[in-house]
């Protein structure tokens, strides 16, 4: 019994061999069946490990444990003769049936909560709530137990027994009768109850509210367009309602994500010849398109096409481009060449927008507002309608802050107002018309937020890109300054984090600190033109007492010199910042930036094989610390940056002495204690290395991926195997994609034969 219950439970997981042999026999097979296959299963494995368990225990135990009860062959009494013994052994049997049976039916059905802000209580409901509302299996298995166990009872008490000894007073036989007529009322009662409550349902979610909106969102798409998606359900959308207006083929719409295979730009290529522009090399790696050519596709081809997104979108791809609302859609066009970018609508435009925005509005909002759920708790039943809610009231949004942007504050109240019809939960339009509001009475001040606020904004708490992505931008100022640094440290947008400061100093009256910060931002981004704009624009508009404070003076100066370095212009640059030194030198600010300036020009003289020059910089690179250490003999920083000048150098001996000097003074300094656990590594000095490491580990639970990359050579070098498998899986876990990773995949492949 148990080898057939083995491979009868077995046989259906081969299912899983399916979708890897559908790949490997494709044309754009790229990965073959063993890593199609590993893919396929660790897709499988990040469901099942995301899946609260609880719920998962509860959602078995109703499905799967009745089944294996009712699996097994249980045996007859031993040998016990007591009458009564038997009676209550198949009672009990029958009691188990029925809960088993009452599960069953009751899983089918969804029960409303206790009170008006109660949730429902159904299997959908705890399925949604542990991370996936497709609870098929569980109704299926369900069904299968309450099958079972309906058949249980009517053999039991529908059939004559089989011994004859055994006498039927009319009381048993009259209850077998009873049993089994409520069995055949349940297994036509329950079938009819629930196609009388799920039909309506069925149609309302079939309902137009999603194709009414496909079709809406493509009258902004012209004949000969192209359509981009972040999203695969408004992909389909797009090809679904292209099929449903006639116009296959006329339109290509396409998902992001597919601009990162090679072979999709093959068959693009293949299908629109000489309009799908030509990858500058052929993918290497996994057939997988570099960012830059991503990037660099977009371009030409919205250059020479009409391309459009089908929501607002974020990311690398939006370093070099913008978007534009047009009705529904969103026209992606190139950024301009060093020039920031800007609110370009015209007066017209926007009264176009808002006529035929209130017109979809007065024709398509109630239809759509009476499929949505009418109170707090209550699971939505036209997903369809929902989403279609979603994207509306999105699009108003973007309308409201772009007619905003662009002067035009009537206007985008207007929009942000009609986008709260729609979707009341939109949690973005809703704090922009708060501000709007707020704004009137107390200009250039940042929104306080109320509970209500806060309560829209909880179901994307730590997750601004999903906000961005579900309900459009926000153009509020302590909003924007909370956006930006979380774009800048995620994910190193530069320019997009920028221009978040730039529009939440625009909002806050011309807030100059966080000009400031614009500008660096753009500095670090290797935008200097666009760094010196702003710098300008500070110069000018700052107040004096922003100006004459010196931190805020010696940043100012810092990153004017950086622009002009990036401009070519590097006595310019060396002139700026000696002349800082000598004003202000007790500031640690301009030695550091000096030197960062003669460290890079000369590695780009290595680069080149210039060697003198590359000598040259780095002699004026020790001067530099030299006279910096001789006015601040105490500066921590200084100390670091001179032992780093010398690892620059590879001569790790040398470092040593000035990381030593600057943990005298701060025992805890992560960055000597970093630098120097990698100079003791590079000079074999493997215990002193790991002390450091483990040094950095204890100051740092969370340390950073190097420190794991270190401990992991020591331990591999020294025997330690274990050790050195731990910390080079932690190391992978942690640092980014760069070619020192691939190494560290092969060397753990290594250890683990």
């Not at 003289?605 to 690179?621: C, D, F, M, P, V």
């Amino acid at each position: 019994f148990l080898s057939k219950f083995a491979l009868f439970g077995a046989a259906p997981l081969l299912l899983h061999l399916v979708v890897p042999l559908m790949h490997a026999f494709s044309d754009t097979s790229t990965r073959g069946f063993w890593g199609a296959m590993r893919d396929y299963l660790g897709a499988q494995k990040n469901l099942v490990l995301n899946y609260r368990r609880v719920t998962a225990l509860f959602l078995g135990s109703i499905s799967l444990l009745p089944l294996l009860c009712v699996a097994f062959r249980w045996g007859e009494s031993k040998g016990d003769i007591s009458g009564a013994s038997h009676q209550i052994t198949s009672w009990m049997t029958h009691l188990v049936h029925l809960g088993f049976l009452i599960v069953g039916l009751a899983a089918a059905f969804e029960f409303p909560g206790r009170g008006p802000d109660s949730p429902e209580i159904s299997v959908r409901y705890l399925a949604a709530t542990a991370g996936d509302p497709y609870a098929l299996s569980v109704y299926f298995l369900c069904a299968l137990s309450a099958g079972y166990c309906a058949g249980y009872f009517l053999l039991v008490f529908g059939t004559p027994s089989i011994h004859r000894w055994e006498r039927s007073s009319a009381l048993s036989s009259a209850l077998g009768k009873g049993v089994v007529a409520l069995v055949g009322i349940l297994l036509v009662g329950v079938p009819g109850s629930l196609i009388y409550l799920n039909w309506a349902t069925r149609s309302e979610s079939r309902g137009p509210a999603l194709a009414r909106y496909g079709s809406r969102m493509l009258e902004a798409a012209p004949d000969g367009s192209f359509l981009i998606s972040d999203d695969a359900t408004l992909n389909q959308l797009a090809h679904a309602s292209l099929a449903a207006t006639g116009r296959r083929g006329k339109v290509t719409p396409f998902d992001s994500g597919s601009l990162s295979i090679g072979l999709f730009h093959a068959h693009m290529a293949k299908t629109l010849p000489g309009r799908w522009p030509a990858l500058p090399e052929k993918p290497e790696r996994d057939d997988r398109v570099d960012a830059r050519y991503m990037n660099l596709t977009l371009t030409r081809l919205s250059l020479s096409n009409h391309v459009s997104y089908t929501q607002p979108s974020f990311g690398f791809f939006f370093e070099a481009h913008t978007l534009s609302p047009t009705g529904l859609l969103y026209r992606l066009r190139p950024l301009p060449v060093r020039t920031l970018p800007s609110n370009s609508l015209e007066a017209s435009a926007v009264s176009a927008a808002e006529g035929h925005l209130k017109g979809i509005a007065d024709a398509e909002f109630a239809p759509v507002l009476a499929k949505m759920p009418r109170r707090k708790g209550e699971l939505i039943k036209d997903f369809g309608a929902a989403l279609a809610a979603q994207s509306y009231s999105r699009a108003l949004n973007y309308w409201g802050v772009a007619a905003r942007r662009a002067g035009f504050l009537d206007a985008g109240e207007r929009f942000y107002r009609q986008a709260l019809v729609i979707n009341s939960n939109n949690p973005s339009a809703a704090i922009n018309l708060a501000f709007t509001e707020y704004s009137k009475r107390e200009p250039g001040k940042p929104l306080p937020i109320t509970d209500a606020l806060k309560d829209l904004l909880k179901p994307y708490a730590g997750q601004p890109d999903r906000s961005l992505s579900a309900n459009g931008p926000l153009d509020e100022p302590s909003n924007l300054t909370v956006y930006s640094r979380y774009f800048w440290e995620q994910s190193t947008l530069y320019l997009q984090s920028a221009m978040m400061l730039l529009r939440a100093a625009e909002l806050s009256g011309g807030t100059p600190a966080l000009q400031l910060g614009a500008a660096r931002l753009l500095a670090e981004g290797r935008r200097s033109d666009l760094s010196s704009m702003v710098l300008t624009k500070i110069r000018s508009t700052a107040p004096k007492e922003f100006l004459s404070d010196t931190t805020n003076h010696l940043e100012l100066v810092e990153l004017e010199a950086v622009a002009a370095h990036r401009d070519g212009d590097f006595p310019k640059a060396e002139k700026m910042l000696s002349d800082a030194i000598a004003r202000y030198p007790k500031e640690n600010g301009p030695y550091t930036a000096l030197l960062s300036l003669h460290l890079q020009t000369a590695m780009s003289a290595l680069r080149r094989k210039e060697t003198n020059e590359y000598q040259s910089h780095i002699a004026r690179g020790y001067q530099i610390l030299q006279s910096q250490l001789a006015v601040q003999p105490t500066n921590v920083s200084a100390w670091v940056n001179f032992g780093a000048t010398y690892m620059r150098l590879e001569d790790y001996s040398n470092a040593l002495p000035a990381f030593a000097k600057a943990l005298e003074m701060d025992k805890g300094n992560v960055t000597a204690l970093l630098n120097r656990a990698n100079c003791y590594f590079r000079l074999n000095q493997f215990a002193a290395a790991e002390q450091d490491y483990l040094r950095i580990r204890t100051l740092m639970p969370d340390s950073p991926f190097q420190v794991h990359y270190g401990l992991g050579e020591i331990a591999s070098r020294t025997g330690r195997k274990k050790d050195a498998i731990q910390n080079f899986e932690e190391y992978l876990k942690k640092a980014p994609e760069i070619p020192e990773k691939e190494t560290v995949r092969n060397k753990l492949k290594e250890l683990k034969k």
